[in-house]
């Protein structure tokens, strides 16, 4: 079945960086597109990038547009987000999901934070 596993949260001072990871299982990696959104407190989940596995292609929501890099490993059937120069509004839950179906991860907490 279907699996995807997020990891790589935690708590960052305002301007760092971190990579999370999503560990992608039960479907044709290179044929699907991973999506990473983010659901700040209180507020609605917002979708940040998507990448076409196979091809590397990515789009950027205008949010995610620079400091954000989504990348994918095809070996290890992992995809990243690479987040830098992050702010205190950057708090979120992050999830990555296979874009077009109902599979999503289970999230996994940022908190930018001095």
């Known amino acids: 079945q279907v699996q995807l596993v997020e990891s790589g949260g935690g708590l960052v001072q305002p301007g760092g960086s971190l990579r999370l990871s999503c560990a992608a299982s039960?479907?044709?990696?290179?044929?699907?597109?991973i999506s990473w959104y983010r659901q700040p407190p209180n507020k609605e989940r917002e979708w940040l990038g998507t990448?076409?596995?196979?091809?590397?292609?990515?789009i950027y929501a205008a949010s995610a547009q620079g400091r954000f890099t989504i990348s994918a490993d095809i070996a290890n059937e992992m995809v990243y987000l690479q987040m830098n120069n992050l702010e205190p509004e950057d708090t979120a839950v992050y999830y990555c999901r296979q874009e077009g179906t109902d599979f999503w991860g289970q999230g996994t907490q940022v908190t930018v934070s001095s």
């Open positions: 039960g479907f044709i990696f290179t044929m699907n597109r």
């Open positions: 990448i076409s596995n196979g091809h590397g292609k990515t």
